[in-house]
């Protein structure tokens, strides 16, 4: 069975430091681009960034550029995504998701498979 599985969330202060992993199961992310998205209450899910199936092309929201860094580890078979000078506007449930293709895609639909999210919250 075909899972992901995503941890580190939490509640942190604004300027502060998070690391989410998403962990697959059930097959090897060698042949997968995956995602990071978020979705905040009331607003749409969004890409927050991408890395190829090689790990050598990566790409990010404007909005988080310079602040977040995604990586694989594929002896682990699991994605992190590295999150610093956290705002109060990060606060949302983060979902990584796995496309079945070597490259990054654009929209929500083009991803195939999907984890249950793990929420972050940014507040003094």
């Known amino acids: 069975q075909l899972q992901l599985v995503e941890s580190g969330g939490g509640l942190v202060q604004p300027g502060g430091s998070l690391r989410l992993s998403c962990a697959a199961s059930?097959?090897?992310?060698?042949?997968?681009?995956i995602g990071w998205f978020r979705q905040a209450p009331g607003k749409e899910r969004e890409r927050v960034s991408c890395i190829s199936s090689s790990g050598g092309s990566t790409n990010y929201a404007d909005s988080v550029k310079g602040r977040f860094t995604i990586s694989k580890d594929n002896a682990k078979n699991t994605v992190y995504l590295q999150m610093n000078s956290l705002k109060p506007e990060d606060t949302a449930v983060y979902y990584c998701a796995a496309r079945d293709r070597r490259v990054c895609g654009g929209g929500i639909i083009e991803y195939d498979y999907w984890g249950q999210g793990t929420q972050v919250t940014v507040s003094s």
């Open positions: 059930g097959f090897t992310l060698d042949y997968y681009a």
